[in-house]
């Protein structure tokens, strides 16, 4: 008996290497930004003028991307999950296109669309006065092309999983569709709901290639820590490394918390 | 007639088309195989399916109507719904659970809650009143499911396999339970199963449907003394014969004749508990006899063909004649089983075979 289990427990050599190999190319870069902060010049280095306005920048930015995904992406999620339209796998299609899609190429896009002479770009600005290249409305628009898959996905797989029916004993009870989805729908899914927005808030805090090509790198109100991270990088190495320590802290923490508690609180 | 249904859907090559009428407080089951259209029926009652064609009158209201352009949404529809999954929201405990529907209609927190809490005492249940579903066992959430449904007074209840997910020993309470609350209490029932002893037990009428049309409809105990086909038969556990009637004796083909007594020539058919059938096993040694009748108990010898063990008894499907099936205590004296192939003895006594004349209905 002693003898089966000690075998098990012994992984196959030819699985054991690449799989070692793999942890350390994932590991190490992490050990080497850690052992390159400069501790004791770490609180300046976060609070300098350039650092504070893309942290806050970030935060803001991020946020509104948050809810802007929210109050869109929801609803298209709900659609997706729950109504036949002619045209729906061209439509889901379109919202995942940005989890694959190089950002850069997510940015010329915008750019394209929204840009001083993109197709609605141009009539915004001509009628309204609205621009969104070099501008923070663009950074949250670019941040939300790439960050709002991630909660129309997350939500839209955990209405699946939901017994739609619920939904019926809600309606047959009296509930119209908007105290349906409030009081039976929404917490039925409210862990997948707030996972859903905490990947969409990282992915929107990270975001790079689609801001930098569509909104430029304007300190204060397009630089945001990406940005940042990247520009401190030709300049002043040791901020670059304190921005990413902070953005590898925050990625962390989502993580923690998104095994610790909201993944699958209950289930019927 | 509280609800006089015309249903007609179609919906991906299958075709529902069938009429249903449920008076005032009269309990009508449907009854039918998966797929027979039990949950679309439902589903169009309930108004979660809207119709193709046809027409829903509940309480002189018109429900559903899709020449006139008339479809009351689900949440204005007064129609209870109790899944067979019960469906409680997990989020909520028992009590707000039943509270839920008050509280839509507008009635105040408080008096919602005093008013869920005196169904679930009616239901016997009001002990659970804090505890989640999922700390619920099957027969009490059975019990929340239906508070919840009969707490916002529907004028037409609508139950869906409302046994199914319960064990057996949970079943003749819940029955009863249900025959309790809903037969007297006034309202109009559907209930949709595909289990003939739910049917026969809480309905005041039988609806047999398959293929998305009405086979027969009956009280239970009409439709049990005339199954209008051998399928309607086998859901209300008896077996029905058909053959010919010739000098008082009931040929059912293949050298096999029971005594019918007093019956008149002609073509028959005649219905024969499974209870009724006496099966005896017979030696391997011993040659299989040609079936051969007496006066009284006539008996013959045939194969088993199938065997489906259903608690303490077991019902055997004979290969002859076919389609006949008979009810036998699960184990045999001595401990022995019963298995697929074996040759075994049947009988029928005369008295048991209650003869139908097939051109009277």
Same mark, same amino acid.
């Given at each position: 008996?002693?003898g089966s289990?000690?075998?098990r427990?012994?992984?196959p050599?030819p699985?054991l290497?690449p799989g070692?190999?793999a942890v350390?190319?994932?590991?190490?870069p992490v050990?080497?930004?850690?052992v390159?902060v400069?501790?004791?010049?770490?609180?300046?280095d976060?609070?300098?003028?350039?650092?504070l306005?893309?942290?806050?920048l970030s935060?803001v930015?991020?946020l509104?991307?948050?809810?802007?995904s929210?109050l869109?992406g929801?609803?298209l999620?709900?659609l997706?999950?729950?109504t036949?339209?002619r045209g729906k796998?061209?439509?889901r299609a379109?919202?995942?296109?940005?989890?694959v899609l190089p950002?850069? +190429?997510g940015g010329v896009?915008?750019?394209? &669309?929204f %840009?001083r002479?993109g197709?609605l770009?141009?009539?915004?600005f001509?009628?309204?006065g609205i621009?969104?290249t070099?501008?923070?409305?663009?950074?949250?628009l670019?941040e939300?092309?790439?960050?709002?898959?991630f909660?129309?996905?997350?939500?839209?797989?955990?209405?699946q999983?939901?017994?739609?029916?619920?939904e019926?004993?809600?309606?047959?009870?009296?509930?119209g569709?908007w105290?349906?989805f409030?009081l039976?729908?929404?917490?039925?899914?409210?862990?997948?709901? +707030?996972?859903?927005?905490?990947?969409?808030?990282?992915?929107?805090?990270?975001e790079?290639g689609a801001?930098i090509?569509?909104?430029g790198n304007?300190?204060g109100?397009?630089?945001?820590?990406?940005?940042?991270?990247?520009?401190?990088?030709e300049?002043?190495?040791?901020?670059a490394?304190?921005?990413?320590?902070?953005?590898?802290?925050?990625?962390?923490?989502?993580?923690v918390?998104?095994?610790g508690?909201w993944?699958?609180?209950?289930?019927? | 007639?509280?609800l006089?249904a015309?249903v007609?859907?179609r919906?991906?090559?299958?075709h529902?088309d069938?009429h249903?009428?449920v %008076?005032?407080?009269e309990?009508v089951?449907?009854?039918?195989?998966?797929?027979a259209?039990?949950t679309?029926?439902l589903r169009?009652?309930?108004?979660?399916?809207?119709?193709t064609?046809?027409?829903?009158?509940?309480?002189g209201r018109v429900?559903?109507?899709?020449?006139r352009?008339?479809l009351v949404p689900?949440d204005?529809r007064?129609c %209870?719904? +109790?899944?067979?999954?019960?469906?409680l929201?997990?989020?909520?405990?028992?009590?707000?659970?039943v509270a839920?529907?008050?509280?839509?209609q507008?009635v105040?927190?408080?008096d919602?809650?005093?008013v869920?809490r005196?169904?679930l005492?009616?239901?016997g249940v009001a002990?659970?009143?804090?505890?989640?579903?999922?700390?619920?066992?099957?027969?009490?959430?059975q019990?929340?499911?239906? &508070?919840r449904a009969?707490?916002v007074g529907?004028?037409?209840?609508?139950?869906?396999?409302?046994m199914?997910?319960l064990?057996?020993s949970?079943?003749?309470?819940?029955?009863r339970m249900l025959r309790d609350?809903?037969?007297?209490?006034?309202?109009?029932?559907v209930?949709?199963t595909?289990?003939?002893?739910?049917a026969?037990?809480?309905?005041?009428t039988?609806?047999?449907i398959?293929?998305?049309?009405?086979?027969q409809?009956?009280?239970p105990a009409q439709v049990?003394?005339?199954p209008?086909s051998?399928?309607v038969a086998?859901m209300?556990?008896?077996?029905l014969?058909?053959?010919?009637?010739?000098?008082?004796?009931?040929d059912l083909?293949?050298?096999?004749?029971?005594p019918?007594p007093?019956?008149p020539d002609?073509? &028959?058919?005649a219905v +024969?508990?499974l209870?009724d059938?006496?099966v005896?096993?017979?030696e391997?040694?011993?040659?299989?006899?040609?079936p051969?009748?007496?006066?009284?108990?006539?008996?013959?010898?045939t194969r088993?063909?199938t065997?489906q063990p259903?608690g303490?008894?077991?019902v055997?499907g004979l290969e002859?004649?076919?389609?006949?099936?008979a009810?036998?205590?699960?184990e045999?004296? %001595?401990?022995?089983?019963w298995?697929?192939?074996?040759?075994v003895?049947?009988?029928?006594?005369?008295?048991d075979?209650?003869?139908?004349?097939s051109s009277?209905?």
């Amino acid at each position: 008996m002693g003898g089966s289990a000690r075998r098990r427990r012994r992984p196959p050599l030819p699985l054991l290497v690449p799989g070692v190999v793999a942890v350390g190319l994932l590991a190490l870069p992490v050990v080497g930004l850690l052992v390159r902060v400069s501790w004791w010049t770490l609180a300046s280095d976060l609070t300098s003028p350039v650092a504070l306005d893309a942290l806050r920048l970030s935060l803001v930015c991020s946020l509104w991307a948050t809810g802007l995904s929210l109050l869109l992406g929801l609803p298209l999620a709900w659609l997706l999950a729950r109504t036949e339209f002619r045209g729906k796998s061209v439509v889901r299609a379109i919202t995942v296109l940005p989890l694959v899609l190089p950002p850069v +190429v997510g940015g010329v896009a915008l750019l394209l &669309a929204f %840009g001083r002479d993109g197709i609605l770009g141009r009539p915004l600005f001509d009628w309204f006065g609205i621009q969104f290249t070099f501008s923070t409305a663009g950074v949250v628009l670019a941040e939300t092309f790439v960050a709002m898959p991630f909660l129309i996905v997350t939500v839209e797989a955990a209405l699946q999983v939901m017994d739609a029916r619920f939904e019926e004993v809600s309606a047959s009870l009296g509930a119209g569709r908007w105290a349906t989805f409030r009081l039976v729908t929404a917490p039925m899914i409210w862990s997948s709901l +707030v996972a859903g927005a905490a990947l969409t808030w990282a992915r929107a805090l990270g975001e790079f290639g689609a801001t930098i090509t569509f909104a430029g790198n304007i300190q204060g109100r397009t630089q945001t820590l990406p940005l940042a991270v990247y520009l401190a990088l030709e300049g002043d190495e040791r901020v670059a490394v304190a921005l990413s320590l902070l953005l590898l802290v925050v990625s962390l923490a989502v993580l923690v918390a998104l095994r610790g508690r909201w993944l699958g609180a209950w289930r019927t | 007639m509280n609800l006089v249904a015309d249903v007609d859907v179609r919906l991906d090559g299958f075709h529902e088309d069938l009429h249903l009428e449920v %008076g005032e407080g009269e309990v009508v089951a449907v009854l039918g195989p998966n797929g027979a259209g039990k949950t679309t029926l439902l589903r169009a009652l309930a108004g979660v399916r809207p119709l193709t064609a046809g027409r829903i009158v509940l309480g002189g209201r018109v429900l559903d109507d899709p020449e006139r352009g008339v479809l009351v949404p689900p949440d204005s529809r007064s129609c %209870g719904l +109790v899944f067979q999954e019960h469906l409680l929201f997990p989020h909520l405990d028992a009590l707000a659970n039943v509270a839920f529907g008050p509280r839509r209609q507008g009635v105040s927190r408080a008096d919602a809650a005093a008013v869920a809490r005196d169904w679930l005492g009616r239901l016997g249940v009001a002990d659970v009143a804090y505890k989640r579903p999922r700390q619920l066992s099957g027969g009490e959430s059975q019990r929340v499911a239906l &508070a919840r449904a009969l707490a916002v007074g529907p004028r037409l209840l609508l139950l869906d396999e409302p046994m199914a997910a319960l064990d057996v020993s949970q079943r003749p309470v819940v029955r009863r339970m249900l025959r309790d609350h809903v037969g007297g209490s006034g309202i109009s029932c559907v209930l949709v199963t595909h289990d003939p002893l739910d049917a026969t037990a809480l309905a005041d009428t039988l609806v047999l449907i398959d293929g998305g049309r009405v086979v027969q409809r009956g009280t239970p105990a009409q439709v049990a003394r005339r199954p209008a086909s051998r399928w309607v038969a086998q859901m209300m556990g008896v077996n029905l014969l058909t053959g010919q009637v010739r000098d008082q004796r009931l040929d059912l083909g293949a050298a096999l004749t029971l005594p019918v007594p007093g019956a008149p020539d002609g073509e &028959a058919r005649a219905v +024969v508990a499974l209870r009724d059938v006496v099966v005896s096993p017979v030696e391997p040694a011993a040659r299989p006899v040609a079936p051969q009748g007496t006066p009284r108990a006539t008996r013959w010898s045939t194969r088993v063909l199938t065997v489906q063990p259903i608690g303490d008894r077991t019902v055997l499907g004979l290969e002859y004649p076919v389609g006949l099936q008979a009810d036998v205590p699960a184990e045999r004296a %001595g401990g022995h089983r019963w298995v697929e192939g074996m040759t075994v003895r049947a009988s029928v006594d005369p008295g048991d075979i209650e003869l139908f004349d097939s051109s009277a209905d």
